[in-house]
């Protein structure tokens, strides 16, 4: 019921703007977030496609084994010695060419001679120290990431995520031995890995056993792993994460090995008992490294973070080394004391690690050679070019919306499919919102609060049921997006920034981790719904009481504090005392007066209402009659929180007041002319008889005649007076038969031009616009404009410029501007013809217009006063206005409006059209 009360169309079209006012915001906030994600997802979120770096990601870190040089190879396929006591580069500016890609691993041999490179181009190559050349090219078919070597530097055993492990002569650089891929073999655990492959050659990290005679490799399977090291043959597998190994490091005495994926653990050889297993870092570890005496060991998280292990406590002694962007590479010198890093930033920083200080800053890999690049655990596959952002799904969701936007704004000039259309926005921007969040990450995607902005929308633009049913969608889509992530349906876009663990946890959610994860999200909408709901009717009542009756009640409303301060006012009051927009703070004493101000200040004292009558002078100077009621507020039970003050326009009832006066003169006028044109005119004919009977019969000289003639002229004028007074106060109604005015100013016109006033007067007619026949009295318009007319020309005579012009239009009732009824245009509105005569006579100064219609007032020697009060009664009489605009010396306007809708049985409308216009 409340629903059918409160709305509207134009609240219908209102709610469709703001809804797309809203969309509009929402977008622009969706795009900024987007821009946000994009530009920190292509900087730092490792595993993901990225574009070509543009200045050299340092993807491989490792020291000397008498830690006197730093060697560091990046994404410009190039390796840099570096002197770690000067921090100087010792081999060319450009750096050591050769590979023809990016340096995945940098190894160098036990005796410092030679330093091999693996390359994501598939091969590595062995380089002379002291003749500073290459030496050999290991060729392979995939990219290289794992390079190590046998204890006496004579076996190298190399390796990848894509490939198995092949074990090679470090003098000739011929092949010894390959691994074959095992029969029956699990299947990989994380998604990560490259399902043509079986786990154990989703290699991240291999190693020469001390004693040489095993390899010792971790992999993406979460599993350890040993291979002979003459002929690669596995010999036993220990399952040691239950998610994937990213990184890995073995001591230089063999007893200990670290591992990372999520979680940094310790371990024991040769029995591999796990020491201790920490949360320490809050992100994906990337790198481990062992110091020579293997008594510490460093760990580097992708979040920029590196730490500092103690072995025997196997647990951090010290954090440090707050990197900008992900660590791709670290290592530690063999005695402990520096730490090297190696970013996405194209920098290899030293850190000491006694004070956790950085060093000193190398800058030194500048271009990249290719166009795509393989990261050290990136994705197995090949690397694409990222969409550009508009491709994107979320970027054509945006682009989408701001598509539909248009539309409703095309569409929201059909008024009738307002209300349609503010459904079908909502119903639609549910669907677009669930399709963000499922690109960005269900329930962890930061565009799952929108749901509440719809939901919210709805309970003011449908209603409280339809915000019900917008949030059992929301919940109902929001749930699916849940459910499919569950299933292994995740986008792409938003997988490549996930790890392996956490894709699992999205595939082994059980039915309490959904209830535990929609539970809340599903709730809030339901609550929101219910209270934006009850919030809507409540705002949708007070928008009908302010709108619909503060607003329409026709009088002004001021609310004041207890300290007399204007608190609110409608516009009415604005409109009454013509207040500009930044006068509304006035205290009340400016706006009303000082006898408002007292009578409201003893309201309050009294706790009493009340009234009174002022008369306020507006800016324009035009003073208006205002009725002012104050009224308490107050609980029914306590003292009053202020007042409220009604000022009501009275100038309506001050005017049918004074025509009530004036019509009860004219009637007691009508009533006794009568008699006294009767009582006067009989003995005035007895008289004027008598004079006429004496000059007749007895001989009156000459000179005496002329008394004679006195009285003769002056009974006439008499009884001139005495008809004039009868028809002013016995006025018939009006004939009312069809008159076409143009034709009779048109003959009337002729009527005074052949006067004698009339010689040398312009006399026109112009008539703007046809102006169709109507219900008139012709005689009484004839005698209007006739008298007007003859005015007119008495007042031109003897100026210099004599013209009287005649002007009829078609006006309705609020075009007929200076007739009083322009504030009734809200009102009323009432066909009828506006006539104009203007002439360029003397003009009128202003006390003598102010009595113009009055009985018996005029400025001629020989009038009677009562020519334009005769006038005013027929325009009166046939429901019509007149008005008058005359200066000194400037001419004289009068303006007669005329109805064209009079009927011969419809009384007078003079009272209707006095309290709808407020001038008689």
């Given at each position: 019921?409340?629903?059918?009360?409160?709305?509207?169309p134009?609240r219908t079209?209102?709610?469709?703007?703001?809804?797309i006012?809203l969309?509009?915001i929402?977008a622009?906030?969706?795009?900024a977030?987007?821009?946000l994600?994009?530009?920190?997802s292509?900087?730092t979120?490792p595993?993901?496609?990225?574009?070509?770096?543009?200045?050299?990601e340092?993807s491989?870190v490792a020291f000397?084994?008498?830690?006197n040089r730093?060697?560091?190879?990046?994404?410009?396929?190039?390796?840099?010695?570096?002197d770690?006591?000067?921090?100087?580069?010792?081999?060319?500016?450009?750096?050591?060419?050769g590979?023809?890609?990016?340096?995945l691993?940098?190894?160098p041999s036990p005796?410092d001679k030679?330093?091999?490179?693996?390359?994501?181009?598939?091969?590595?190559?062995?380089?002379?120290?002291?003749?500073?050349?290459w030496e050999?090219?290991?060729a392979?078919?995939?990219?290289?990431?794992?390079?190590?070597?046998?204890p006496?530097?004579t076996?190298?055993?190399?390796g990848?995520?894509r490939m198995?492990?092949?074990?090679?002569?470090?003098?000739?650089?011929?092949r010894l031995?390959?691994?074959?891929?095992?029969?029956?073999?699990?299947?990989?655990?994380?998604?990560?890995?490259d399902d043509?492959?079986p786990?154990?050659f989703?290699?991240?990290?291999?190693a020469?056993?001390?004693?040489?005679?095993?390899?010792?490799?971790t992999?993406?399977?979460?599993?350890?792993r040993?291979?002979?090291?003459?002929?690669?043959?596995q010999l036993?597998?220990?399952p040691?994460h239950?998610?994937a190994?990213?990184a890995a490091?073995?001591?230089p005495?063999?007893?200990?090995?670290?591992?990372?994926g999520?979680?940094v653990?310790?371990?024991?050889?040769p029995?591999?008992?796990?020491?201790r297993?920490?949360?320490?870092?809050s992100?994906l570890v990337?790198?481990l490294?062992?110091?020579?005496?293997?008594?510490?060991?460093l760990s580097?998280?992708?979040?920029?973070?590196?730490m500092?292990?103690?072995?025997?406590?196997?647990r951090?002694?010290?954090?440090?080394?707050k990197?900008?962007?992900?660590?791709?590479?670290?290592?530690?010198?063999?005695?402990?004391k520096?730490?090297?890093?190696?970013?996405f930033?194209?920098t290899?920083?030293?850190?000491d690690?006694?004070?956790g200080?950085?060093?000193n800053e190398?800058?030194?890999?500048r271009?990249?050679?290719r166009?795509?690049a393989?990261?050290?655990?990136a994705r197995?596959?090949?690397?694409?070019?990222p969409l550009?952002?508009y491709?994107?799904p979320?970027?054509?969701?945006?682009i989408?919306v701001?598509v539909?936007?248009?539309?409703?704004l095309?569409?929201?000039r059909?008024?009738d499919?307002?209300?349609?259309?503010a459904?079908l926005?909502v119903?639609?921007?549910?669907?677009?919102?669930s399709?963000?969040v499922?690109?960005t990450?269900?329930?962890n995607?930061?565009?799952v609060t929108l749901?509440?902005?719809?939901?919210?929308a709805?309970?003011?633009?449908?209603?409280?049921?339809?915000?019900?049913?917008?949030?059992?969608?929301a919940?109902?889509?929001?749930?699916l997006t849940?459910?499919?992530y569950?299933?292994?349906?995740i986008?792409?876009?938003y997988a490549e920034?996930l790890?392996?663990?956490q894709?699992?946890?999205?595939r082994?959610?059980?039915f309490?981790?959904y209830?535990r994860?929609?539970?809340?999200?599903i709730?809030?909408?339901?609550?929101?719904?219910?209270?934006a709901?009850?919030?809507?009717?409540?705002?949708?009542v007070?928008r009908?009481?302010?709108?619909e009756?503060?607003?329409g009640?026709?009088?002004?409303?001021?609310v004041?504090?207890?300290?007399?301060?204007?608190l609110?006012?409608?516009?009415?009051?604005?409109?009454?005392l013509?207040?500009k927009?930044n006068?509304?703070?006035?205290?009340?004493?400016?706006l009303?007066?000082?006898?408002?101000h007292?009578?409201?200040?003893?309201?309050?004292?009294?706790?009493?209402?009340?009234?009174?009558?002022?008369?306020h002078?507006r800016?324009?100077?035009?003073?208006?009659?205002?009725e002012?009621?104050?009224l308490?507020?107050?609980d029914?039970?306590g003292?009053?929180?202020?007042l409220?003050?009604?000022?009501?326009?009275?100038?309506a009832?001050?005017?049918?007041?004074e025509?009530?006066?004036h019509?009860e003169r004219?009637?007691?006028?009508?009533?006794?002319?009568?008699?006294i044109?009767?009582e006067i005119?009989?003995?005035l004919?007895s008289?004027?008889?008598?004079?006429q009977e004496?000059?007749?019969?007895?001989?009156?000289?000459?000179?005496?005649?002329?008394?004679?003639?006195?009285?003769?002229?002056?009974?006439?004028?008499l009884?001139?007076?005495?008809?004039?007074?009868?028809?002013?106060?016995?006025?018939?109604?009006?004939k009312?038969a069809?008159?076409?005015l143009a034709t009779?100013?048109?003959?009337?016109r002729?009527?005074l031009?052949?006067?004698d006033?009339?010689?040398?007067?312009?006399?026109?007619?112009?008539?703007?616009g046809e102006?169709d026949?109507?219900?008139a009295?012709s005689?009484?318009?004839r005698?209007?404009f006739?008298?007007?007319?003859?005015?007119?020309?008495?007042a031109?005579?003897?100026?210099?410029?004599?013209?009287v012009?005649f002007?009829?239009?078609s006006a309705?009732r609020?075009?007929?501007q200076?007739?009083?009824?322009?504030?009734?245009a809200?009102?009323?509105?009432?066909?009828?013809v506006l006539?104009e005569i203007q002439?360029?006579?003397?003009g009128?100064?202003?006390n003598?217009l102010?009595?113009i219609?009055e009985?018996?007032?005029t400025?001629?020697?020989?009038g009677t006063?009562?020519g334009?009060?005769i006038?005013?009664?027929?325009?009166q009489?046939?429901?019509?206005f007149?008005d008058?605009?005359?200066?000194?010396?400037?001419?004289?306007?009068?303006?007669i409006?005329?109805?064209?809708?009079?009927?011969?049985?419809?009384?007078?409308g003079?009272?209707?059209?006095?309290?709808?216009s407020?001038?008689?």
């Open positions: 019921m409340l629903d059918s009360l409160v709305e509207s134009n079209v209102r709610s469709n703007r703001i809804l006012a969309r509009l929402l622009t906030v969706s795009l977030i987007l821009l994600q994009d530009a920190r292509n900087r979120v595993g993901r496609s990225r574009p070509t770096p543009s200045t050299g340092v491989a000397s084994a008498d830690g730093l060697y560091s190879g990046g994404s410009d396929a190039t390796v840099r010695i570096w770690v006591a000067t921090h100087n580069a010792l081999s060319a500016a450009e750096g050591i060419q590979h023809g890609d990016i340096v691993q940098i190894a005796d030679t330093m091999a490179s693996a390359s994501a181009d598939g091969s590595v190559r062995l380089y002379d120290l002291a003749e500073e050349k050999h090219t290991l392979h078919d995939s990219p290289v990431s794992l390079a190590a070597w046998s006496d530097g076996r190298l055993v190399t990848g995520r198995g492990l092949n074990l090679w002569d470090a003098q000739t650089g011929t031995a390959q691994a074959k891929a095992a029969e029956g073999e699990a299947e990989p655990r994380t998604g990560m890995e043509t492959l786990p154990e989703q290699l991240t990290f291999a020469f056993l001390p004693d040489g005679k095993r390899i010792l490799t992999g993406l399977d979460g599993s350890i040993f291979w002979n090291a003459e002929t690669l043959a036993e597998t220990l040691a239950t998610n190994i990213n490091a073995l001591s005495d063999g007893k200990y090995l670290a591992t990372a999520l979680i653990r310790l371990w024991e050889l029995d591999l008992k796990q020491v297993a920490t949360e320490a870092h992100d990337t790198a490294s062992f110091d020579g005496d293997s008594r510490h060991f580097a998280s992708r979040d920029g973070n590196l500092y292990w103690a072995v025997a406590q196997a951090p002694i010290r954090t440090f080394g990197h900008t962007d992900w660590i791709l590479a670290a290592a530690l010198s063999p005695d402990g520096i730490a090297a890093t190696g970013t930033d194209r290899v920083r030293m850190w690690t006694a004070t200080q950085e060093m190398l800058i030194g890999h271009s990249t050679l166009t795509a393989l990261l050290p655990d197995s596959g090949s690397h694409v070019q550009p952002l491709l994107q979320v970027g054509l969701v945006l989408i701001c539909l936007t248009i539309f409703y095309v569409v929201l059909r008024r499919l307002a209300p349609k259309l459904t926005q119903l639609v921007d549910i669907g677009l919102i399709a963000l499922y690109d990450g269900s329930v995607s930061p565009f749901y509440l902005v719809s939901v919210t709805a309970a003011f633009v449908i209603s409280w049921r339809g915000a019900i049913l917008v949030a059992a969608m919940a109902t889509f929001f749930s849940m459910m499919a569950g299933l292994g349906k986008p792409q876009t920034t790890n392996s663990a894709i699992l946890e999205f082994n959610l059980k309490l981790d209830v994860l929609l539970l809340l999200p709730c809030a909408f339901f609550l929101v719904a219910g209270l709901g009850h919030l809507s009717q409540r705002l949708a007070a009908i009481l302010h709108n009756v503060v607003e009640i026709g009088e002004g409303i001021i004041l504090d207890m300290g007399l301060k204007v609110y006012h409608n516009d009415e009051l604005r409109n009454l013509l207040l927009s006068q509304h703070q006035k205290p009340l004493r400016e009303l007066g000082d006898q408002v007292e009578r409201a200040a003893q309201a309050l004292a009294d706790q009493t209402g009340r009234r009174l009558e002022v008369n002078r800016p324009d100077g035009m003073i208006l009659p205002f002012v009621r104050v308490p507020v107050r029914p039970e003292p009053p929180r202020g409220i003050v009604v000022v009501d326009d009275i100038t009832e001050k005017k049918m007041e025509f009530f006066k019509k004219i009637e007691a006028m009508g009533q006794i002319s009568a008699s044109a009767h005119r009989n003995p004919a008289i004027r008889g008598a004079v004496i000059a007749r019969s007895v001989e009156i000289p000459e000179n005496k005649k002329i008394l004679v003639d006195i009285v003769m002229s002056e009974s006439d004028r009884d001139k007076i005495i008809s004039d007074f009868l028809r002013y106060a016995r006025m018939r109604q009006p009312l069809e008159v076409n009779l100013l048109s003959e009337l002729m009527m031009v052949t006067r006033e009339a010689k040398d007067v312009e006399v026109r007619l112009e008539e703007v102006v026949p109507f219900p009295d005689e009484q318009l005698q209007i006739l008298n007007l007319g003859v005015n007119a020309l008495q031109v005579d003897g100026r210099p410029e004599k013209k012009l002007r009829l239009q309705s609020h075009k007929a200076s007739l009083g009824c322009a504030d009734a809200s009102r009323v509105d009432r066909p009828g006539v002439d360029t006579g003397r009128m100064a202003p003598v102010s009595e219609f009985p018996f007032f400025t001629k020697a020989d006063g009562l334009l009060a006038v005013a009664r027929m325009v009489g046939h429901e019509g007149i008058v605009q005359s200066h000194p010396d400037q001419g004289t306007t009068f303006r409006w005329l109805p064209t809708d009079l009927k011969a049985d419809r009384t007078s003079l009272r209707q059209a006095v309290e709808e407020g001038t008689a």
